[in-house]
C-alpha cells in the first residue's frame, strides 16, 4: 500500500497542494467548457470541489484512505472523473507548454 506520511510538514505540503490542484480543476473547467460543452464542465468543477474537501480531510485520514475515497468517486461518479481527468489533462498541457516557453526564451 502507500506509505502514510506522519510528519506535520508533509502533511501541510500536502494540503497546499491540493488546494492548488483544486484550483488549477477550477480554472482548467472553463476550457473544458469550451472544448467539451457545459456539461463536463461542471463535472470538472465538481472534481475541483471534492479534491477542496480532502485538503481539509488530510489532517484526520490517512494516504490509503483518500486513495479509497477517490476510487470509490470514479465508481460511483464516472462522469465527474471524466470531467476531473479532461481538466487536469488542460492542467498538464498548460503546465507542459509554460515549461516549454521558459527553455525558449
Known amino acids: 500500500g502507500v506509505q502514510t506520511c506522519a510528519l506535520p510538514i508533509c502533511k501541510s505540503k500536502a494540503t497546499s497542494a491540493v488546494g492548488q490542484l483544486s484550483q488549477m480543476l477550477t480554472d482548467a473547467a472553463g476550457q473544458v467548457d ?25 489532517d484526520a485520514k490517512s494516504i490509503d484512505d483518500l486513495v479509497a475515497d477517490a476510487r470509490t468517486l470514479v465508481q460511483k461518479s464516472p ?7 479532461a481538466a487536469i489533462g488542460f492542467v498538464i498541457a498548460r503546465v507542459l507548454t509554460s515549461g516549454l516557453d521558459q527553455r525558449d526564451a
Open 79 to 85: 462522469a465527474v472523473a471524466i470531467g476531473a481527468a
Open 34 to 58: 469550451e472544448k467539451l460543452g457545459e456539461q463536463y464542465g461542471q463535472y470538472a468543477r465538481a472534481a475541483a470541489d471534492k479534491v477542496q474537501g480532502y485538503s481539509s480531510a488530510l
